[in-house]
């Protein structure tokens, strides 16, 4: 029973805050999505002081992307992800309730800005009325964005790239077909760039994979786009992306395309088959900014054989830089797994550089033992 109360209690704190924030807008009607847009711009143009204004809607957001977030840590700081671009793809820290908020200017008589804004925090838009059109459809939210991207007028067109962004997170079948069609038509490079990359974010499918393997693989493309190619695939988890992202690895020739490939391989479902691929690589590549960024990820792969690899390479390497990633890299596993080889290695390794960052990293985790450790050395 406590536990259901729990959840209850959790669930009307969600909704209330979300409430909260909506109930000082200026709702608007209409039939359609864009129907109620139409009559806020009406309404805005009409009443809104200093003749600017909100229109805003919310949207059905896929589960696991976090958009306009804050993160209160154990010591009460705060920390916020509020770019405006950013997508994390954590669970923990996943933002369900967003709105697209669009800034009208009536001297200019159009939308001149967009945003995307987490409903469960305060926002103040710039002390501007908003009128709100409530919570849309996909296929209203869908179509009305397309619209702004297909617009030839350049005062909505200009839009384009929020456009883009939202529909990247939008819970729908319809965004990868969407954001493919982007990429293969004739738009701004830099949006179609953008969209390359929030392709990486949508479900798994084997078309996805092969469009942006083709990119990556093209040497007609910008540099830029085959790095958010391969940027985009290392998102993939499945374990069947693996040989793909191996086989990127081993024919691109340059360290940009390379670096994004071990970082989609270290995140890969089979670990193992990961962890094995990044400890040849750490032992055998010839540049050492590759091998460092190996070891880097096998501090993400659980398992022994991914640990073993990082003490080995810390108290066996020849060389100090890859002993210095390797203890970083163990200094960011799991506490269990980290602290007593962070003990050790303060204590006892040769390097004084490497000691250092052994204890820089006992200091991030705020752990009993690590304490009691510096308060050992502070009494010598």
């Given at each position: 029973?406590p536990k259901?109360?729990?959840?209850?209690?959790?669930?009307?704190?969600?909704?209330t805050?979300t409430?909260a924030?909506?109930?000082?807008?200026?709702p608007?009607?209409?039939?359609?999505?864009?129907?109620?847009i139409?009559?806020?711009?009406?309404?805005?143009?009409?009443g809104?002081?200093?003749?600017r204004?909100w229109?805003?809607?919310?949207?059905?957001?896929?589960?696991?992307?976090?958009?306009?977030f804050e993160?209160?840590?154990?010591d009460g700081?705060?920390s916020w992800?509020n770019?405006?671009?950013s997508?994390?793809s954590?669970?923990?820290?996943?933002?369900?309730?967003?709105?697209?908020?669009l800034l009208?200017?009536?001297?200019?008589?159009?939308f001149?800005?967009a945003e995307?804004?987490n409903l469960?925090r305060?926002?103040q838009f710039?002390?501007y009325?908003?009128?709100w059109a409530?919570h849309?459809?996909?296929?209203e939210?869908?179509s009305?964005?397309?619209?702004i991207?297909?617009s030839a007028a350049p005062?909505v067109?200009r839009l384009s790239?929020?456009?883009?962004?939202?529909?990247?997170l939008?819970d729908?079948?319809?965004v990868?077909?969407l954001l493919?069609e982007l990429i293969?038509?004739?738009v701004a490079?830099?949006?179609r760039?953008?969209a390359i990359y929030?392709l990486?974010?949508t479900p798994e499918?084997?078309?996805?994979?092969?469009l942006?393997?083709d990119?990556?693989r093209?040497t007609?493309e910008?540099i830029d786009a085959?790095?958010?190619?391969m940027a985009?695939l290392?998102m993939s988890?499945?374990?069947?992306?693996?040989p793909?992202?191996?086989?990127?690895?081993?024919?691109?020739?340059?360290?940009?395309?390379?670096r994004?490939a071990?970082?989609?391989i270290?995140?890969?479902d089979?670990r193992?088959g990961?962890?094995?691929?990044?400890i040849?690589v750490?032992e055998?590549?010839r540049?050492?900014?590759?091998?460092k960024s190996?070891?880097a990820g096998?501090?993400?792969?659980a398992?022994?054989?991914?640990l073993g690899?990082?003490t080995s390479t810390?108290d066996?390497?020849p060389?100090?830089e890859?002993?210095?990633?390797a203890?970083r890299?163990i200094?960011?596993?799991p506490?269990d797994?980290?602290?007593?080889?962070l003990?050790?290695?303060?204590?006892?390794?040769?390097?004084?550089?490497?000691?250092k960052?052994a204890?820089?990293?006992?200091?991030?985790?705020?752990?009993?033992?690590?304490i009691?450790f510096?308060?050992e050395?502070?009494?010598?």
């Amino acid at each position: 029973m406590p536990k259901i109360l729990f959840a209850i209690a959790f669930a009307l704190t969600i909704v209330t805050a979300t409430t909260a924030q909506t109930t000082n807008f200026t709702p608007v009607e209409g039939a359609s999505l864009k129907a109620k847009i139409d009559n806020a711009v009406v309404k805005g143009k009409a009443g809104a002081p200093g003749g600017r204004f909100w229109v805003g809607y919310q949207f059905e957001v896929r589960p696991g992307v976090a958009i306009d977030f804050e993160i209160v840590g154990a010591d009460g700081v705060v920390s916020w992800s509020n770019d405006g671009w950013s997508i994390m793809s954590d669970s923990r820290y996943e933002t369900r309730e967003l709105g697209l908020f669009l800034l009208f200017e009536t001297q200019r008589e159009a939308f001149t800005r967009a945003e995307v804004y987490n409903l469960r925090r305060e926002h103040q838009f710039s002390s501007y009325p908003v009128y709100w059109a409530g919570h849309a459809t996909n296929e209203e939210s869908l179509s009305y964005l397309k619209s702004i991207i297909d617009s030839a007028a350049p005062e909505v067109n200009r839009l384009s790239d929020r456009a883009a962004f939202a529909i990247a997170l939008h819970d729908d079948a319809k965004v990868e077909p969407l954001l493919t069609e982007l990429i293969k038509r004739p738009v701004a490079e830099s949006i179609r760039n953008r969209a390359i990359y929030w392709l990486g974010y949508t479900p798994e499918s084997q078309s996805k994979n092969a469009l942006l393997a083709d990119i990556v693989r093209s040497t007609q493309e910008s540099i830029d786009a085959r790095q958010q190619a391969m940027a985009a695939l290392g998102m993939s988890r499945a374990a069947t992306t693996l040989p793909l992202l191996e086989t990127l690895y081993e024919t691109m020739t340059t360290r940009e395309l390379k670096r994004p490939a071990l970082g989609g391989i270290a995140r890969s479902d089979n670990r193992d088959g990961a962890a094995t691929y990044l400890i040849r690589v750490a032992e055998n590549e010839r540049d050492i900014e590759l091998r460092k960024s190996a070891i880097a990820g096998l501090g993400r792969i659980a398992g022994d054989k991914s640990l073993g690899a990082l003490t080995s390479t810390l108290d066996s390497s020849p060389e100090l830089e890859l002993q210095k990633q390797a203890v970083r890299a163990i200094g960011r596993r799991p506490k269990d797994e980290a602290i007593p080889i962070l003990i050790r290695t303060a204590r006892n390794h040769p390097s004084v550089e490497v000691r250092k960052i052994a204890v820089q990293m006992l200091g991030q985790t705020g752990d009993e033992r690590a304490i009691s450790f510096f308060r050992e050395l502070l009494a010598k």
